[in-house]
């Protein structure tokens, strides 16, 4: 069974930086892939980032050039540093790892955007 867990979300103002971590029970190692969705409140869940096993990277459009996905094996951690967030980033940020088609969730993490 895997755990993940988040933490380092909060409230920043527009403009503002933030640096999500997800730390995986049983290490990250363990994970074919690895990454970042976020949802906002009567919206869908949203694909934010992704890391494979071999460190490839890939972006939602939305969040191109803003956010930074990196993937610790030693420190077991996945992190999401998020950079000049706006008003509609504000979301609930989970982290998500998938093992041989099984889909693991955290619980989340609320990062709120305002002034």
């Known amino acids: 069974q895997a755990l993940l867990v988040e933490s380092g979300g909060g409230l920043v103002q527009p403009g503002g930086s933030l640096r999500l971590s997800c730390a995986a029970s049983?290490?990250?190692?363990?994970?074919?892939?690895m990454g970042w969705y976020r949802q906002a409140p009567g919206n869908q869940r949203e694909w934010v980032a992704v890391?494979?096993?071999?460190?490839?990277?890939n972006y939602a459009e939305s969040m191109k050039g803003r956010v930074t996905i990196s993937r610790d094996n030693a420190k077991n951690t996945v992190d999401l540093q998020m950079n000049s967030l706006k008003p509609v980033d504000t979301a609930v940020y989970l982290c998500?790892?998938?093992?041989?088609?099984?889909?693991?969730w955290g619980q989340g993490t609320q990062v709120t955007v305002s002034s």
């Open positions: 890391v494979d096993r071999g460190g490839v990277t």
């Open positions: 049983g290490g990250t190692s363990r994970f074919d892939a």
């Open positions: 998500w790892g998938i093992i041989r088609g099984i889909n693991y």
